[in-house]
C-alpha cells in the first residue's frame, strides 16, 4: 500500500523555522513557535509513503511578491529534504515514489497552491514545473489572473479567464494536473470544459455533507469522476461538518488575528498570552470525529465508485484537525476506519494513494 497526501501546507512551517527532521511540538507553546501537524518522524509512524508540500502564496500579495514567496517556500522544501536524506527524497512521478517507497524512503511532491506566481507569464508556469511543482491549484481565496475563486463575493471573469484557459492547456502539454480546489463553481465546469487530461481537487469534500462553497456538489463529483479525475478528501473539521465550521467562525478569525500580532513581536507575553486564550477557547469547542473524513469517502464512493477518492489533509494550513487525527501520525486510524466499514484490502490500496497516482501517470503520459 502507497499511503499518500496529496496536500499540505507544510511549507509554511518550514518557512517559519520548523525542524522536520525531529518531532516537532503539537500544540499551541507561544514561545516556541511553530507547531507543526507535519515532520518526517510522524510521517513515518502514519505509515505515510508520499505527501504534496503545497507551495502557498496569498491572493493579497503583489505578483512579484508571490513570485518570491513561491521560490522561498521551494527552496525551503528542497532544504529540509537534503538535510534529511535517510527520511525523503524528492520525486516528480508515481515511478520515482514508487522507487523511493522500496528504499524506505518518503517522497515528497511538489503542488502549487495559487496560480499567482506565474502572474501573466507561461514561462513561469514552466520553470516551476521544472523545479517540481506538478500539480496548480488555480487560485484561493480570491480571484486571480487565471480564474475566479469559489469564496470571491464578486465573479471578475464568469469563469475561467482567457489567460487560464491558456494556462491549462499548458498543463496539459507540461503533464501537470489542474487542481479545481478553491476555484468557483463556474470555474470547475469550464476547467473539465477545457482541460483534455483528467483533473484533480486536491483537497475538497463532498457539499452534500457539509454545505459549503469549498466542497465539491454531487454533480461536481460524478462529472470530475467521469473525466477520470479524483476527489482528495480534505481534513478540516469546517469542511466534514457545517454545525462545527458555525460554532468556530468567530473564535478562528479571532485566533488568526491574535497570531498575526504574536508573529510580529513573539517576545511580547501580552500577544502571548492573546494567542494563547484565542486557541485555547477554539480548542474547547468539540471537533467532528475523524470518521467523519471517511463518511465522504463513502458518499464520493456511492456516488462514482471507489477508484476516484483519496486523502488530501491541508495538515499545517488548518486551525484544528478532527479529533483522534490531530496530526499525521495518526494516519492509520482512517485506513482502519476503512477495514471496519467492510472496504477490500484492494479497495483500501486505491483510496490511500492508487487512485491518485494513476491520475498522475495519465496525465504526465497524455504530455508525451
Known amino acids: 500500500m502507497f499511503l499518500l497526501d496529496s496536500h499540505c501546507d507544510a511549507p509554511l512551517m518550514l518557512a517559519k523555522g520548523a525542524d522536520f527532521g525531529r518531532r516537532v511540538e503539537q500544540g499551541c507553546t507561544p514561545g516556541r513557535f511553530p507547531v507543526t501537524h507535519v515532520d518526517f518522524p510522524r510521517m513515518k509512524k502514519g505509515g505515510v509513503n508520499g505527501s504534496f508540500f503545497a507551495i502557498y502564496t496569498s491572493n493579497a500579495l503583489?505578483?512579484?511578491?508571490?513570485?518570491?514567496?513561491?521560490?522561498?517556500?521551494?527552496?525551503?522544501?528542497?532544504?529540509?529534504?537534503?538535510?534529511?536524506?535517510?527520511?525523503?527524497?524528492?520525486a516528480t512521478t508515481p515511478a520515482q515514489a514508487r522507487y523511493n517507497a522500496r528504499n524506505g524512503l518518503i517522497s515528497i511532491f511538489l503542488g502549487m497552491e495559487n496560480g499567482a506566481p506565474i502572474q501573466r507569464d507561461l514561462s513561469l508556469l514552466r520553470m516551476f514545473n521544472r523545479l517540481g511543482v506538478t500539480y496548480l491549484t488555480l487560485t484561493h481565496a480570491r480571484s486571480n489572473e487565471i480564474c475566479d475563486s469559489c469564496t470571491s463575493s464578486e465573479p471578475r471573469w464568469g469563469g475561467v479567464s482567457p489567460f487560464g484557459r491558456e494556462v491549462i492547456a499548458e498543463m496539459n502539454r507540461l503533464g501537470m494536473m489542474v487542481d479545481v480546489s478553491h476555484i468557483s463553481d463556474a470555474s470547475f465546469w469550464d476547467v473539465l470544459k477545457y482541460s483534455k487530461a483528467p483533473v484533480i481537487a486536491s483537497h475538497s469534500c463532498c457539499?452534500?455533507?457539509?454545505?459549503?462553497?469549498?466542497?465539491?456538489?454531487d454533480e461536481m463529483i460524478v462529472a470530475l469522476a467521469e473525466k477520470g479525475g479524483v476527489v482528495q478528501v480534505n481534513f478540516y473539521p469546517s469542511f466534514l461538518d457545517k454545525a462545527y465550521g458555525e460554532k468556530v467562525s468567530a473564535l478562528i478569525d479571532a485566533e488568526e488575528d491574535a497570531q498575526a500580532q504574536w508573529l510580529g513581536n513573539p517576545s511580547d507575553p501580552v500577544l502571548q498570552q492573546r494567542l494563547q486564550a484565542a486557541v485555547t477557547a477554539l480548542n474547547a469547542v468539540p471537533r467532528p470525529s475523524y470518521r467523519?473524513?471517511?463518511?465522504?469517502?463513502d458518499h464520493v464512493v456511492r456516488l462514482v465508485g471507489v477508484k476516484h477518492v483519496g486523502l488530501g489533509s491541508d495538515f499545517d494550513g488548518?486551525?484544528?484537525?478532527?479529533?483522534?487525527?490531530?496530526d499525521i501520525g495518526k494516519m492509520q486510524r482512517i485506513i482502519i476506519e476503512l477495514r471496519k466499514r467492510g472496504y477490500a484490502e484492494q479497495d483500501i490500496r486505491h483510496i490511500a494513494g492508487g487512485n491518485f497516482l494513476r491520475v498522475m501517470e495519465q496525465v504526465q503520459r497524455l504530455a508525451e
Do not use: M, W
Open 207 to 217: 457539499r452534500a455533507l457539509c454545505d459549503h462553497p469549498r466542497n465539491l456538489t
Open 292 to 297: 467523519k473524513i471517511v463518511d465522504h469517502i
Open 62 to 90: 503583489s505578483p512579484d511578491q508571490a513570485t518570491r514567496r513561491a521560490f522561498e517556500l521551494i527552496s525551503k522544501v528542497y532544504d529540509a529534504v537534503e538535510q534529511n536524506p535517510s527520511r525523503a527524497a524528492l
Open 318 to 326: 488548518i486551525e484544528t484537525c478532527p479529533d483522534g487525527l490531530e
